[in-house]
Nanobody, 120 residues
Framework: VQLQASGGGLVQAGGSLRLSCAAS????????MGWYRQAPGKQRELVAR???????NYADSVKGRFTISRDNAKNTVYLQMNSLKPEDTAVYYC???????????????WGQGTQVTVSS
């Protein structure tokens, strides 16, 4: 299973970015998918997560500004980030709990990070 993230970049404060993460390879179902971020010198933290049924949860710091969504048919999760702040600057990582076609085991996977930089 691979998670391929894209969409990071440099944006001014108040701007928007949209991250995408596509899961592929040996997937029976993606139980839940989400985004985490890690700023320099800080621990990785949850940004948002969404289940296959559409239930979501967000970090308090992004509520009202970020929206997570998914396309179950494409095993893809999106993160729409609006009203970005300099403190949102971090490497953003895609994460998913996936039931694989081999053994039908649920395994947690991480994608490669994508850098988001918000300038003031």
């Amino acid at each position: 299973v691979q998670l391929q993230a894209s969409g990071g970049g440099l944006v001014q404060a108040g701007g928007s970015l949209r991250l995408s993460c596509a899961a592929s390879g040996g997937i029976f179902s993606a139980v839940s998918m989400g985004w985490y971020r890690q700023a320099p010198g800080k621990q990785r933290e949850l940004v948002a997560r969404i289940t296959s049924g559409g239930q979501t949860n967000y970090a308090d710091s992004v509520k009202g500004r970020f929206t997570i969504s998914r396309d179950n048919a494409k095993n893809t999760v999106y993160l729409q980030m609006n009203s970005l702040k300099p403190e949102d600057t971090a490497v953003y990582y895609c994460n998913a709990d996936i039931v694989t076609t081999i053994g039908f085991l649920t395994t947690n996977y991480w994608g490669q990070g994508t850098q988001v930089t918000v300038s003031s």
